[in-house]
């Protein structure tokens, strides 16, 4: 599985976007990109994936780069309750379109007032 | 669906008892994962099981560590002898089904003094 590298934290104001980068640079073209969050206490928590376009739903956008060696978790207008470790994971589907989430040490996002 | 429940929540225990930790995943999922969460080393993979098979436990720290799932709805993750270095969070995860990403129960924090 392709090795990801994430920046270990990042801050954010509140209202502002957030931009969490990852990069994949040894993925291979049928490994899906993945993004967890970890909130204080709490299991993780799906976010998105994506292949190769970018993805929208009600939690955030991913933007995944044209050679697919990058990709950019966006939080449109960061909340206090978005601080928390985010993680980027690649991986191939096995059967039947599941996977194994296998996990880094991710992004520690911290949004301030 | 109440995702994935896992108990105790949490467990105090003295070194050398026995620690059973139970997980009921989704109805419906095929895949089910343990993991365990520290400072030091992250969140770490310690098994997994499809159709109630195990798979993989090359992640499972020593012999005194075993799972089994013995039915679609119900696995148990057990320690014995257990260890004051066993402390940590272990989380139960699900997936399969129409879902590829994974969810996760709450944790169950084990502390062994």
């Known amino acids: 599985d392709a090795k990801t590298t994430q920046p270990p934290s990042m801050d954010c104001a509140e209202g502002r976007a957030a931009n969490l980068p990852c990069n994949h640079s040894t993925i291979s073209g049928n490994e899906y990109v993945y993004w967890y969050r970890q909130i204080h206490s709490q299991g993780p928590q799906y976010i998105i994936h994506g292949l190769k376009n970018n993805e929208t739903n009600e939690m955030a956008s991913l933007i995944i780069t044209e050679d697919r060696k990058s990709s950019t978790l966006i939080l449109p207008h960061a909340t206090l309750r978005d601080t928390a470790v985010y993680y980027c994971?690649?991986?191939?589907?096995?059967?039947?379109?599941?996977?194994?989430?296998?996990f880094g040490r991710g992004t520690s996002l911290i949004v301030h007032p | 669906d109440a995702g994935v429940i896992q108990s105790p929540r949490h467990e105090v225990t003295e070194m050398g008892q026995e620690v059973t930790l139970r997980c009921k995943p989704i109805?419906?999922?095929?895949?089910l994962f343990w993991y365990r969460q520290t400072m030091m080393r992250g969140l770490e993979l310690l098994i997994y099981f499809n159709n109630n098979v195990p798979i993989d436990d090359s992640g499972m720290p020593e012999d005194r560590f075993s799972a089994k799932m013995p039915n679609a709805s119900f696995s148990t993750l057990k320690i014995q002898p257990s260890e004051p270095r066993d402390s940590a969070v272990y989380f139960c995860?699900?997936?399969?089904?129409?879902?590829?990403?994974?969810?996760f129960g709450q944790g169950t924090r084990l502390t062994v003094v």
């Open positions: 994971i690649v991986r191939v589907a096995i059967s039947g379109g599941s996977y194994i989430p296998t």
């Open positions: 995860a699900s997936s399969g089904g129409m879902n590829t990403e994974a969810f």
């Open positions: 109805s419906g999922h095929d895949y």
